[in-house]
């Protein structure tokens, strides 16, 4: 699995353009948290390729199945993650490929097939989930347990806080 590393130059460059006010403080914020993201996307995305055959997309919906009541409609799942109905329609295709779910007629309307998940696709998204988050706590090593609530609880905050803007 390819080791996904962040440029220290790139990381003192920005801070000094910060320090020098050539760039303005919200990035001291904004920067690092786009980075972050993307290094740990690409290190989750490798990984449970790797480990197990899926992709992030394939992983969001089995995800979202599985923490809301395993049933859902293809409205429900487009609105939880990320990506276009199209989109939506390849993975659940795969996904059904490989009986990690199944697809049901909604009793209360005959129009649209419900999406489910399968004892199979139950216990392969726990698994990846747990071997993720094991994976991926390694960059948070570097945390107290009280710097650990704390960035929690801020990260918290923001999520709330977009909701508003």
Same mark, same amino acid.
């Given at each position: 699995?390819?080791?996904?590393?962040?440029?220290?130059?790139?990381?003192?460059?920005?801070?000094?353009?910060?320090?020098?006010?050539?760039?303005?403080?919200?990035?001291?914020?904004?920067?690092?948290?786009?980075?972050?993201?993307?290094?740990?996307?690409?290190?989750?995305?490798?990984?449970?390729?790797?480990?197990?055959?899926?992709?992030?997309?394939?992983?969001?919906?089995?995800?979202?199945?599985?923490?809301?009541?395993?049933?859902?409609?293809?409205? =429900?799942?487009?609105?939880?993650?990320?990506?276009?109905?199209?989109?939506?329609?390849?993975?659940?295709?795969?996904? =059904?490929?490989?009986?990690?779910?199944?697809?049901?007629?909604?009793?209360?309307?005959?129009?649209?097939?419900?999406?489910?998940?399968?004892?199979?696709?139950?216990?392969?998204?726990?698994?990846?989930?747990?071997?993720?988050?094991?994976?991926?706590?390694?960059?948070?090593?570097?945390?107290? =347990?009280?710097?650990?609530?704390?960035?929690?609880?801020?990260?918290?905050?923001?999520?709330?806080?977009?909701?508003?803007?």
């Amino acid at each position: 699995m390819k080791k996904n590393r962040v440029n220290s130059d790139l990381i003192t460059n920005f801070y000094d353009k910060v320090e020098a006010k050539e760039l303005p403080e919200i990035f001291l914020m904004t920067f690092p948290i786009a980075l972050i993201h993307k290094t740990i996307f690409s290190h989750s995305e490798s990984f449970l390729k790797e480990r197990f055959d899926l992709l992030n997309s394939e992983v969001d919906v089995l995800a979202s199945l599985y923490t809301h009541g395993k049933v859902l409609s293809p409205t =429900q799942l487009y609105d939880m993650t990320i990506f276009s109905s199209g989109g939506m329609t390849k993975v659940l295709k795969r996904l =059904q490929e490989r009986d990690l779910i199944s697809r049901k007629e909604d009793e209360s309307d005959k129009r649209c097939m419900l999406v489910c998940l399968t004892k199979k696709g139950e216990e392969l998204i726990v698994k990846s989930l747990n071997d993720i988050s094991k994976e991926c706590s390694k960059y948070f090593e570097a945390f107290s =347990q009280d710097e650990t609530e704390l960035f929690s609880n801020l990260l918290k905050k923001i999520l709330l806080n977009i909701n508003k803007v």
